[in-house]
């Protein structure tokens, strides 16, 4: 248990659905990351969020759409996803933003199939 | 090409045995992280490293950080099945307050 819960675990849609990952973290940390895992490539940054404003957008397609209610909340809307979406989407959060010598936890992820 | 490159991608070996795995980058990074995730799990964090010719030890695990900070090793002794996963590098780029992580080594320890 890292004290960062995702949901839901396992997720199939098809390319016209509109769903939303929830990531919840009980640590108290001010920063909230998404994450994409694809096979055979390294972890990719997508969305970093810091005392509930967005700091950095790594050029994600405009078919994610993240949500930041509150330090301990976050969203990623999904809507007309494409098959090559597929892949394990982490939640993460850290104490500050700064990351020298600052720890990740992970969430367990959300395993996405697009069909 | 990585920023960060990690070999071997897949390691497989008998319990008891040795095994080292490497972190390999041309930049020079601030600080380097060591991860392992299990199946179905995300990453969770084994150690940082900040300081050139670093090295730390965890349990059966030793981790050292290049002297001119552009690598880092993982060195497991006596590998037991509970070591399998897979290993991620990720580090901070010098300059730069973005972690980059590697593609990782899918490490299988066979009883």
């Known amino acids: 248990e890292t004290g960062v819960t995702q949901t839901p675990r396992h997720l199939v849609m098809g390319m016209t659905n509109k769903k939303s990952l929830k990531c919840e973290q009980h640590?108290?940390?001010?920063?909230m990351y998404w994450y994409k895992q694809s096979a055979k490539k390294p972890l990719e940054l997508m969305f970093v969020?810091?005392?509930?404003?967005?700091?950095e957008n790594n050029s994600v397609p405009s078919r994610f759409s993240p949500e930041c209610p509150n330090s301990s909340h976050l969203f990623l809307h999904l809507h007309t996803l494409q098959p090559e979406d597929s892949a394990l989407y982490l939640c993460?959060?850290?104490?500050?933003?700064?990351?020298?010598?600052?720890?990740?936890?992970f969430g367990s992820g959300t395993q996405l199939s697009v069909l | 090409t990585q920023l960060l490159e990690q070999s071997p991608q897949f390691l497989s070996i008998q319990e008891g045995e040795n095994l080292t795995v490497y972190c390999n980058s041309s930049?020079?990074?601030?600080?380097l992280q060591w991860y392992r995730q299990e199946p179905g799990e995300g990453p969770v964090l084994l150690v940082t490293?900040?300081?050139?010719?670093e090295v730390k030890k965890l349990k059966r695990l030793t981790f050292q950080f290049g002297d001119a900070r552009k690598d880092s090793s993982l060195h497991i002794t006596a590998a037991q099945p509970g070591d399998t996963g897979l290993y991620l590098c990720?580090?901070?780029?010098?300059?730069?307050?973005?972690?980059?992580f590697g593609q990782g080594t899918r490490l299988t320890i066979n009883p």
């Open positions: 930049s020079v990074f601030s600080s």
């Open positions: 990720a580090g901070e780029r010098q300059g730069a307050q973005k972690l980059v």
């Open positions: 969020y810091n005392f509930k404003e967005q700091t």
């Open positions: 993460a959060s850290s104490r500050d933003r700064q990351i020298t010598n600052e720890k990740l936890f």
């Open positions: 640590l108290g940390h001010n920063a």
């Open positions: 490293v900040v300081t050139g010719g």
